[in-house]
């Protein structure tokens, strides 16, 4: 799965690598789990879905939602202790009026 992490355009050897990878791991996963062990992200693998996407687009880093999954946190910590939705200054006692 390196392949996906890479931070350029893959050529096409590299993504048929990647997919002919992504079908052995697909094949083994069903055998051990069933196909109750078909999750989404499982699906997105074993059935070409990444491979549309790499062919069309050369990369998936480009399309991270890492930064903005990070950004959200921060947010979310931000809200949780400034306001009275979730702790620092809430409750009685807290010195704020």
Do not use: P
């Not at 069309?56 to 480009?62: A, E, F, S, V």
């Not at 990070?70 to 931000?78: G, H, R, V, Y």
């Amino acid at each position: 799965m390196k392949l996906l992490q890479q931070h350029r355009i893959l050529t096409a050897d590299e993504i048929e690598i990647f997919q002919d990878c992504m079908d052995d791991f697909f094949e083994l996963w069903v055998e051990l789990y069933g196909e109750e062990g078909i999750t989404n992200y499982i699906h997105l693998l074993g059935s070409g879905h990444i491979l549309y996407f790499l062919k069309k687009h050369g990369c998936l880093y480009l399309y991270s939602q890492q930064g903005w999954e990070s950004l959200n946190n921060k947010i979310q910590a931000f809200i949780h202790q400034n306001t009275g939705r979730g702790g620092y200054g809430t409750g009685e006692g807290s010195g704020k009026s």
